[in-house]
């Protein structure tokens, strides 16, 4: 079984900064492509942004030149650099990746989802 865990969320004031981390652990032979997610009260869930195995990146036009998406495969971690941050960007941020793992000597794949982690933006 694979768990993701997201950290760093907290209480920020607007024009801050926060960086998220995703860290991957369990019977995990890699991480392919991965994602983070956000959800604010009454709306829908949205990708933020997105990066493949490659490092190769894509963001929401909301976070376009304030937000960065990165990862360490060597690691199993996958990151939210979140700069110049807005009220609006207050929500509730998950981590979500493709993982290929053991399973009792072959390889599955499936999509896991960590729990999520709050980020508020004070103004």
């Known amino acids: 079984q694979v768990q993701l865990v997201e950290s760093g969320g907290g209480l920020v004031q607007a024009g801050g900064s926060l960086r998220l981390s995703c860290a991957a652990s369990g019977s995990i032979s890699r991480i392919n492509a991965a994602a983070w997610y956000r959800q604010a009260p009454g709306k829908q869930r949205d990708l933020v942004a997105g990066?493949?195995?490659?490092?190769?990146?894509n963001y929401a036009d909301s976070v376009k030149g304030r937000f960065t998406i990165s990862r360490d495969n060597a690691k199993n971690m996958v990151y939210l650099q979140m700069n110049s941050l807005k009220p609006g960007d207050t929500a509730v941020y998950y981590c979500?990746?493709?993982?290929?793992?053991?399973?009792?000597?072959?390889?599955?794949?499936?999509?896991?989802w960590g729990q999520g982690t709050q980020v508020t933006v004070s103004s």
């Open positions: 979500t990746a493709d993982v290929s793992y053991f399973n009792s000597g072959s390889l599955s794949a499936r999509d896991y």
């Open positions: 990066i493949t195995r490659g490092g190769i990146s």
